[in-house]
């Protein structure tokens, strides 16, 4: 079983539609939760950081859910700016742990 | 202010050959990680520095890896007798030891080998 787990998608939106993404880690030890995206053929840029009480940023909204061990994204009124993969990313002590992403594709 | 750097941006090599890639992190960052990422898969950790010296060296696919780090910051991943398999973006990325917690990574060097 992977550490990391995603739907790898593609997921292909319209433009303005809400889209959600979900992820499982393997490990309860696991300390810190990351979204981070990365554009085609670039580097991981970080969105947000995950906290267990969920928290919003514009019109992305992240939970987590220690007990089920599982990581969740919520992107509103998606953009055509928004086409990426999404990385799921968990940290144990110094080691980032990713997922394989998800791509997304917002269609006009 | 200045980002990861990494050089160089593209290599392209002959199998057996030795590769070295080089990280210049964000000044003052004292952590510091080599990863890879092959073609459509996910990212891959490789070796971690806090400051010189290397706690976790777990992702090191094999012998022929290895990574330093100088003067707590630059550092240079070493390929030796490099294979096709080794073929990958290899990404540097480095933290603050702050409340961030966040990495954040280089452009990425890629590299081929025939």
């Known amino acids: 079983r992977k550490e990391v787990e995603q739907d790898p998608g593609p997921f292909n939106v319209p433009e303005g539609a809400t889209v959600a993404f979900n992820c499982t880690y393997s490990?309860?030890?696991?300390?810190?939760f990351f979204w981070y995206r990365q554009d085609c053929r670039k580097e991981p840029k970080l969105l947000m950081s995950v906290y267990s009480s969920g928290n919003e940023d514009g019109r992305f909204t992240a939970q987590l859910n220690r007990a089920s061990q599982y990581i969740s994204l919520l992107i509103r009124d998606s953009k055509l700016s928004d086409s990426a993969t999404y990385l799921c990313?968990?940290?144990?002590?110094?080691?980032?742990?990713f997922g394989t992403g998800t791509r997304l594709t917002i269609i006009p | 202010g200045a980002g990861v750097s990494q050089s160089p941006s593209n290599k392209v090599t002959e199998k057996g050959k030795d590769v070295e890639l080089r990280c210049d992190p964000i000044?003052?960052?004292?952590?510091l990680y080599w990863y890879r990422q092959s073609l459509g898969q996910g990212l891959e950790f490789l070796i971690y520095?806090?400051?010189?010296?290397?706690?976790?060296k777990s992702g090191l696919p094999s012998d022929r890896f290895s990574a330093e780090r100088t003067g707590g910051s630059v550092s240079t991943l070493t390929i030796q007798r490099t294979q096709q398999e080794d073929s990958a973006v290899y990404l540097c990325a480095s933290r603050d030891r702050g409340p961030t917690d966040t990495q954040y990574f280089g452009p990425g060097t890629r590299l081929t080998v025939l």
């Open positions: 520095f806090q400051g010189n010296s290397a706690p976790d």
């Open positions: 490990n309860s030890a696991s300390q810190s």
């Open positions: 990313v968990v940290r144990g002590n110094e080691k980032l742990t």
């Open positions: 000044s003052g960052h004292t952590a």
